[in-house]
């Protein structure tokens, strides 16, 4: 079974950047879409960037384009989440997650899934 564990989370100013990471372990994952999700206390899951680890197609939510950068590196089996010009209404907890890879489109949707990581905090103080 795939296991995903994160890293990499804080506290940072306004401003600020972090970098998150996502080991993969379990099973290899050239055929899998790698994602990048948050949740603010009372909010809803929100999906936040994904990429396709076979090519490194990716996608980005509106709220984080040109912000963040999402990158995987097939060695180490790990998916980064580069996030700078960080700002209080990035605060939350940060999931990856991960599903095998069906059609041209990658999933944006948290519910379709399969594997998912505990969580990092961060938090961004202005």
């Known amino acids: 079974q795939v296991q995903l564990v994160e890293s990499g989370g804080g506290l940072v100013q306004a401003g600020g950047s972090l970098r998150l990471s996502c080991v993969a372990s379990?099973?290899?994952?050239?055929?899998?879409?790698m994602g990048w999700f948050r949740q603010a206390p009372g909010k809803e899951r929100e999906f936040v960037a994904v990429?396709?680890?076979?090519?490194?197609?990716?996608v980005y939510a509106d709220s984080v384009r040109g912000r963040f950068t999402i990158s995987r590196d097939d060695v180490k089996n790990t998916v980064y989440l580069q996030m700078n010009n960080l700002e209080p209404e990035d605060t939350a907890v940060y999931s990856c997650?991960?599903?095998?890879?069906?059609?041209?489109?990658?999933?944006?949707?948290?519910?379709?899934?399969?594997?998912w990581g505990q969580g990092t905090q961060v938090t961004v103080s202005s």
């Open positions: 990429v396709r680890w076979s090519g490194g197609r990716s």
């Open positions: 997650a991960a599903r095998h890879s069906i059609g041209f489109t990658l999933a944006t949707s948290g519910s379709i899934y399969d594997y």
């Open positions: 379990g099973r290899t994952f050239s055929a899998f879409d």
